[in-house]
Each structure stands twice: as C-alpha cells, then as structure tokens.
C-alpha cells in the first residue's frame, strides 16, 4: 500500500494520470457531441 501510495505522490506520475484522464474525457464525449 505506501508503495502505490509513493507512486501516486510523484508528480510526474500524477501528470500523467491528468493527461489520461483528459484524453478518455475527448474519446468518450468528442464523437458524440
């Protein structure tokens, strides 16, 4: 557990999760739209 809590603490990892998460929010709202 603190080793996933120390990965997800990294900001480089925490990046990455946002840049994810916008990406899926484009795939799954911009061709229905």
């Known amino acids: 557990m ?16 946002a840049r994810e998460f916008d990406l899926a929010n484009v795939c799954a709202w911009g061709p229905a739209s």
């Open 2 to 17: 603190s080793r996933m809590r120390a990965t997800l603490v990294r900001g480089n990892t925490l990046a990455e999760m």
